[in-house]
């Protein structure tokens, strides 16, 4: 979590972002070149494109993990800064580790040491998180006996504590079952009538047709942008995923 405001505003109306020519070179390697988009505030807004396409470099912009050229707006309603929750693909670590549930998301969402114990200022929100994801039930159980799914569910636990006003999603219905992308979907439905800002990296495009407000896609550069019944057609999606273009060889579609 990044926290950039003492006091959380789950209810509040989320960010608008504005990404105006971000350009990322790693090496010799032109990661991003020249991605301009918009994402409403209080929108679900999902990024789609080919693996090594940049979405998570571009994520990853936005959290501030990775140098680049261009401007990268954030607008908090009253100039208010909210609090962003990450919620990353997948989680890596020991998993002979003696480490709970409860253990990690007392390192995950609390000042105080996780050794200490769940403070009392979180023990509740933690435990109501874990409980919107069915993972409540197993806050004893030790991380590296969980299922990658129900890994996957103490990750979107802890990106609710605190309430964010902003969500950051990099494929989380990767590792997800049935009853896993039922939470998940519900997440979703509560942050959109909350008015979170959600952005969303997904591979799923079914999922992201339902699901999306809005949706662009990129491949190193936006080939795409607007809702998802104009982005996620045949030709578009062809264009998007079978070539690699060179920088600045594609022209941006936008669908209003």
């Not at 936005?62 to 908090?76: A, D, F």
């Not at 590792?175 to 992308?181: P, Q, R, S």
């Not at 550069?221 to 996620?232: E, H, I, N, T």
Request: hydrophobic share 45%; glycine share 12%.
């Amino acid at each position: 979590m990044i926290a950039a405001a003492t006091t959380p505003l789950a209810s509040a109306l989320g960010p608008s972002l504005a990404f105006d020519g971000i350009s990322l070179t790693l090496g010799r390697t032109d990661i991003l070149s020249g991605v301009s988009f918009n994402v409403a505030a209080g929108s679900v807004h999902a990024l789609v494109g080919p693996n090594g396409g940049g979405k998570s470099s571009l994520v990853k912009t936005l959290l501030g993990q990775m140098p680049h050229r261009g401007k990268l707006s954030v607008s908090w309603p009253g100039d208010r800064p909210g609090v962003i929750g990450y919620i990353p693909q997948a989680l890596e670590f020991d998993r002979g580790l003696p480490m709970t549930v409860n253990d990690f998301m007392a390192a995950m969402c609390q000042r105080k040491p996780a050794f200490l114990g769940l403070s009392r200022a979180r023990s509740g929100e933690i435990g109501d998180a874990l409980a919107r994801v069915g993972m409540q039930d197993k806050r004893n159980r030790r991380m590296g006996a969980l299922s990658g799914g129900e890994r996957q569910r103490v990750l979107l636990a802890q990106g609710l504590v605190p309430g964010p006003s902003m969500v950051v999603l990099d494929e989380p219905m990767s590792a997800l079952d049935e009853a896993g992308v039922r939470v998940f979907e519900e997440l979703l439905d509560n942050w959109r009538a909350q008015r979170v800002t959600v952005l969303w990296i997904e591979h799923d495009l079914e999922a992201v047709g339902r699901l999306a407000d809005r949706v662009t896609g990129l491949n190193r550069q936006v080939l795409c942008d607007g809702p998802p019944a104009q982005v996620l057609t045949p030709d578009r999606l062809l264009a998007l995923f079978s070539t690699r273009p060179r920088v600045g060889s594609l022209p941006q579609e936008r669908a209003a």
